[in-house]
């Protein structure tokens, strides 16, 4: 059985004030809407976990009755960091899962061929992550302000969502992540704690995550396009 987490809990604080990204519309519908659909339509995820705000429990259940999002989900409630909440997104998985895709709630345009791809490198794995190259020069600052030296991009990799992982994987290495009382901004890293090697799978169609107001125009002519 495998399983989906959609980490829906953020405030979105690059957004600007009082603007909730996820609820915002793009392509007919907000940007969670499409995420959630994706998952939905996808024949290899059985199950779906969505952790979202407290308070958000009903905006949620709303979203599944108006656009029609019929596999089998329930909601559970957020932490304080991003993998508190996914430490409470797998407290509530299923007994029979046995694979887990975890995935941001405002990351829409992903295709169920990569979220496949993650699942069977995972299998095999124990864990996979969407990613891609990096293909533009970086530069490194220490002060924010001038360059103080070239970094070779040619190993440097940009990890996305979904990360996928046999359950008992990413329990052991959350477990590891709080019994160090350590902050991870992605599971993969809770992974290289334990020695556990990550596959990556190249997203091969554009995986954007929607961060600032810019982001939603290219977005939004991404949905579309995977609407045709």
């Known amino acids: 059985m495998n399983t989906a987490i959609i980490v829906a809990a953020g405030k979105g604080t690059r957004m600007g004030l009082g603007v909730d990204k996820l609820f915002l519309e793009v392509a007919g519908r907000p940007v969670v809407a499409h995420t959630w659909q994706r998952f939905n339509d996808a024949a290899c ?30 909601i559970v409630i957020g932490g304080a960091e991003r993998q508190d909440s996914v430490w409470n997104g797998l407290a509530a998985l299923s007994p029979q899962s046995q694979i887990v895709a975890i995935q941001d709630g405002a990351r829409p345009c992903t295709t169920e061929q990569l979220i496949a791809a993650t699942i069977e490198a995972a299998c095999e794995t124990g864990a996979a992550v969407a990613a891609q190259p990096v293909t533009d020069t970086i530069k490194e600052t220490a002060d924010g302000q001038t360059i103080a030296r070239n970094v070779d991009r040619s190993k440097l990799w940009a990890v996305q969502t979904p990360q996928t992982f046999r359950v008992e994987v990413i329990r052991r290495a959350l477990t590891e992540v709080r019994s160090r009382n350590l902050h ?6 809770a992974c290289e704690m334990i020695g556990q090697p990550v596959r990556l799978v190249t997203s091969a169609a554009p995986n954007p995550k929607v961060t600032l107001p810019s982001d939603l125009p290219y977005v939004g002519l991404l949905l579309n396009q995977l609407a045709d």
């Not at 969505?50 to 949620?60: H, K, N, T």
């Not at 991870?184 to 890293?189: F, S």
Request: hydrophobic share 40%; charged share 25%; proline share 3%.
């Open 184 to 189: 991870v901004t992605d599971d993969t890293t």
């Open 45 to 74: 995820i059985d199950e779906i976990i969505l952790v979202v705000r407290d308070g958000m429990q009903s905006a949620f259940a709303e979203l599944a009755q108006q656009f029609k999002l019929t596999k089998p989900y329930c």
